[in-house]
């Protein structure tokens, strides 16, 4: 069996981002690395936003907004969010600067193969795939195992579910300079439902419906919801350039008790992805980089993970719309309504002090939140 310093299962956002910041860090340049997946990464499979005010990636964003809609059914409200901007990245051109990267490094190599078992046997790991088996010091995995989560009720698991399309308009009814952050105007069903609109022209968009919930719906609910809401904003005669769908885990499951010395869970197998939100890219650019810098002075990771205030706030809201699906949209309108937008993205982002904390959560329905931490109480 060939043997690696470090092995990476899966080649997915988690994964890549982590070895683009080993060989920025130029500190692992004497390790050798591998990366196993049966996806070649070769689709454009996925679209990532997040804002920021420097410069992350910007030589693959593909699209920057300065201004965001908020919207309901009874009102509407353009959030000024400099001196951030909303951004977009498209996967493939995520997957192509990365791989040029790793392609360009000597101790680097990708495996296109399906991982089906790895394990810890001592102070080496065993990584198997569909044909053969490797050994290595340390196991980077970015699997997702969600029977772990489904098979324990501590921590409910919701899910942010949706189908875009990018479709090109024959009427002129997008603003290209705002993106529709979040627009509850739509039909709620007793879930949190909202509609994500990112134009790029004032003839182009992705146009995408959204859950957070427990159960996922059928395809042609999602695109006649879709179809619906472009018919509400006046198209008469439209185009499907592209689509897409996905499906985030939404939970605070302690996926990190499950790392041992030598193998780490990342990505959303790790709990990488942000609980309340779903959002990934923003978060796992931290985490990676916290991860690349733990490297150089620990070898333990069960050291890696810590909890903070924020993994505590998303456990609430996660509680909070398990219990009462249909509350997403109050939650959120009332954070949006006289929030401060920039408090708001820094408390999204988990950059915010414990003053803008209060700012936000005092602006919360309190009953819901009050019983959803007195229930914490006794389960803890």
């Known amino acids: 069996m060939k043997h690696y310093h470090y092995i990476f299962t899966g080649s997915g956002l988690s994964a890549l981002m982590t070895v683009y910041e080993m060989i920025k860090s130029r500190k692992f340049e004497d390790k050798s690395i591998l990366l196993i997946d049966e996806n070649l990464k070769k689709t454009n499979d996925r679209t990532w936003c997040f804002w920021e005010d420097t410069n992350l990636f910007d030589e693959i964003v593909s699209k920057k907004w300065n201004s965001a809609l908020f919207a309901n059914e009874s009102f509407q409200k353009v959030l000024n969010i400099e001196p951030f901007q909303y951004k977009k990245i498209k996967g493939l051109d995520f997957y192509n600067l990365v791989?040029?990267?790793?392609?360009?490094?000597?101790?680097?190599?990708?495996?296109?193969?399906?991982?089906?078992?790895?394990?810890?046997?001592?102070?080496?790991?065993?990584?198997?795939?569909?044909?053969?088996?490797?050994?290595?010091?340390?196991?980077?995995?970015?699997?997702?195992?969600?029977?772990?989560?489904?098979?324990?009720?501590?921590?409910?698991?919701?899910?942010?579910?949706?189908?875009?399309?990018?479709?090109?308009?024959?009427?002129?009814?997008?603003?290209?300079?705002?993106?529709?952050?979040?627009?509850?105007?739509?039909?709620?069903?007793?879930?949190?439902?909202?509609?994500?609109?990112?134009?790029?022209?004032?003839?182009?968009?992705?146009?995408?419906?959204?859950?957070?919930?427990?159960?996922?719906?059928?395809?042609?609910?999602?695109?006649?919801?879709?179809?619906?809401?472009?018919?509400?904003?006046?198209?008469?005669?439209?185009e499907i350039i592209e689509k897409e769908q996905g499906n985030i885990p939404m939970?605070?499951?302690?996926?990190?008790?499950?790392?041992?010395?030598?193998?780490?869970?990342?990505?959303?197998?790790?709990?990488?992805?942000?609980?309340?939100?779903?959002?990934?890219?923003?978060?796992?650019?931290?985490?990676?980089?916290?991860l690349v810098q733990f490297l150089q002075s620990e070898n333990d990771f069960k050291k890696f993970h810590k909890k903070d205030k924020f993994w505590f706030y998303d456990l609430l809201f996660i509680d909070v719309l398990y219990q009462n699906n249909a509350l997403g949209s109050k939650v959120f309108s009332s954070i949006f309504r006289n929030g401060n937008p920039i408090t708001i993205f820094k408390f999204l982002d988990n950059e915010s002090s414990f003053l803008e904390d209060l700012q936000i959560i005092w602006k919360c329905p309190k009953l819901p939140f009050l019983k959803a931490v007195f229930n914490r109480i006794i389960k803890f």
Request: with cysteine.
């Open 251 to 290: 939970t605070c499951y302690e996926f990190w008790k499950h790392n041992t010395k030598n193998i780490i869970n990342i990505g959303s197998a790790g709990g990488w992805t942000k609980p309340s939100t779903g959002f990934t890219f923003k978060n796992v650019t931290k985490k990676s980089k916290e």
């Open 99 to 238: 791989f040029e990267l790793i392609f360009k490094q000597n101790n680097i190599h990708f495996s296109n193969q399906k991982v089906i078992d790895f394990e810890e046997l001592g102070n080496h790991c065993v990584v198997k795939t569909d044909s053969e088996s490797y050994t290595c010091n340390k196991v980077f995995n970015s699997i997702l195992d969600i029977n772990r989560v489904k098979l324990q009720s501590k921590y409910p698991l919701l899910q942010q579910h949706f189908i875009g399309w990018f479709i090109k308009s024959k009427e002129a009814v997008f603003n290209p300079n705002c993106a529709t952050f979040m627009d509850f105007s739509v039909e709620q069903k007793g879930n949190t439902r909202f509609m994500y609109v990112l134009p790029t022209s004032e003839t182009e968009a992705l146009i995408e419906y959204t859950l957070f919930s427990k159960d996922l719906l059928s395809t042609s609910e999602y695109e006649s919801e879709i179809e619906n809401y472009i018919q509400k904003l006046g198209i008469s005669e439209f």
